[in-house]
């Protein structure tokens, strides 16, 4: 297709009422950008509503007049308050309709109404309202439908007369109002009468009760007190790029956290508006041509609260998600890798550095070194780990946010039908979300495998390792991709993660991002069924010491009169000394073998002369002396402060001989004066 005029960037060229966003799986979304999402009315207000743990909580009536804790047992069928806080507004909460004997035909006489419940704040408290709610489920005509209540409010400051309130007509809900800023103490609700009889009583009127809930809120209003962008925003947007326009709006507790955004420049970067899955407004800003322009927030709910900032548009290609890729496998280790894979990923990253050093690569050249080195990353292929090596049984503990009960500990259980998952809902959905393992003790870790749950349902597809020996400072140890095509087989997905041997204490499973449902839910939370850590106990240090004090002594010997055997022979253990203590890891029976060999080689120094007798490489005229294994620098195998008692002995025989060649002379003189 020909241009009919000339363009300066793609931007110009396309109609961009719809955009079809295409994510690195192939995801889809298409939006129409000429149905701008409207942002939702929110209230100001907000509503926090107590629950059961906040009060201490008792029941009495004419008949039972104080409350051991046991009231609750004696007048309810359920013998609990929780049915009162649990949402469901059904009919769980009740009186007793049967007698507590099979026998007995009457209810007990304290089952009745007027029965009043005690609320106790366990720390007063503010509160705006209580409702007491018969259940959805009943008619004023249903048995033990509520038809009149009275509460008594008592509030924390006793010159505060308390505050009475009376229904006296029967309605679905009953909602007291406080009407005071005054924190309260104390809620007494006393429930007057009843619908419904009871069959075999007397009286038989006013002896069922059948309650939805009771909901006591404080409603507070939070206005909005700031607004700023949010850190990730992009300062820095190339031509034909889009980038995330986010909002921080201060407080947290503010219930409208909505917000428009608008461009000072749309020439140079324009703003998309978009909507999330719930058809809320999201905002992205596109590069359109070189230059600066203000991107300026403001806050939904009070529009004097705004924040900007200054957006750089620029010629050339994104190479952010490149170079991180480059970053995060460049030091993968061949020696993990099948060779076939390890080559291919080998020749992909290649071509990513050097498209990633080009100051003139195209976006295209960019992208297509991208997906080459993404994919050829996913298409590693592990080498088989020693399943000898499995740390079965010495994990002490796993700790990461869950949902529901599928904590993190359900991956050692060996059950691939339970999980760990993370929270789907809530504040706390989204990842990245962290595993951590603490192990009974220090292990060399080399591998760390995990197991999907079930076919594209938070299965895992971008994932950091990382260790640590006192669960504070951590070391990243692998990154790695999961093809997001794996979760479409309807099976469970291993991936083995494979690193250098390293110390560790704790593993830190992190993970980045995670397949959905569907796509809304991509990237929202993590399942995995089974985690597997492989590695062994490290060994102890390698005492070289004794091996290089030997080597230092002997290493400038020279052949000499020697003969030409046993100099070849101390040659031949001399270089495999060194090559002992060069290597980077020896063990220490390669050491210890070394050090033998050495010593008998010298001690096996032999001279041409005299063939019969060793000679010392220190003292070519006598004998060599055996080496000391604990002290190489002693020849005599002895210590080095024991007296030498042979060359006493040596002085002793030469002083005899002087005194008797004495004596000698003294007879030899005498006979020639005779």
Sequence with gaps: MKAKTNLTNVAEAIELNKVTLIGPNHNEVVTNTDETPEIPDVPVETTKEYTLNDFNITMTNDVLTTDDGTNVNKILQA?????????????????KWSAQSADAEKLPAYVKVPTTMHFEFKKPSSLTNFVVRNSDNATANSNGYLTSVKATITFAD?????????????????????????????????????????????????????????????????????????????????????????????????????????SSN???????????????????????????????LTSAADKTKTASYVVRVVKGADKKELAQLIEDYKNLAADNYTAESYAKFEKALAEALKVNSDVDATRAEVDNATVALRNAVMSLETKPVDEGKLLSGHIESADALYSESNTADKMFDGDLSTYWESPYSGSNVGLPKDVVVKLNKTYTLEQLTFISHTARNGGVTNYRISVSMDGQNWTNVTSGLVDYDAYLKNENVTVNARFAPVNANYVKLTVLEAVGRVQSEDNQYARIAEMKLYG??????????????LVNKYKDTEQGNYTDESWAAFQNALFEAN???????????????AYANLKNAIEGLTDKENPDKPVDPDNPTGPIQPVDPENPGNQSGGSKDETNTGDVTNLANIFILLLLSGAGLVLLRKKSRQ
């Design 79 to 95: 013998g609990g308050y929780d049915a009162l806080f649990n949402g469901t507004n059904g009919r769980e909460f009740e009186f």
């Design 158 to 262: 006793d010159k505060v007369e308390p505050k009475v309130i009376t229904f006296d007509k029967p309605q679905d809900a009953y909602e007291f109002v406080t009407g005071s800023n005054e924190l309260v103490k104390k809620v007494d609700i006393e429930f007057l009468s009843s619908s419904g009889t009871a069959q075999y009583d007397d009286p038989q009127k006013n002896r069922m009760l059948t309650l939805g809930e009771i909901d006591f809120n404080l409603v507070t209003g939070v206005p909005v007190e700031g607004i700023k962008p949010a850190d990730s925003n992009a300062k820095e947007i190339f031509v034909g790029y889009l980038s995330d326009v986010k909002a921080v709006v201060t407080p947290e507790e503010c219930p409208n956290k909505f917000f428009t955004v608008t």
């Design 266 to 296: 749309p020439e140079v970067a324009s703003i998309v508006t978009l909507a999330d899955k719930n058809g809320n407004p999201i905002y992205k800003v596109r590069g359109v041509s070189e230059g600066d322009a203000t991107i300026t």
């Design 536 to 549: 062994e106990v490290p060994s102890e240090p390698v005492d070289t010491s004794s091996l290089e004090q």
């Design 579 to 593: 090559a002992v203590l060069e290597k980077e890891n020896p063990t220490q029976d390669e050491v210890d073998t």
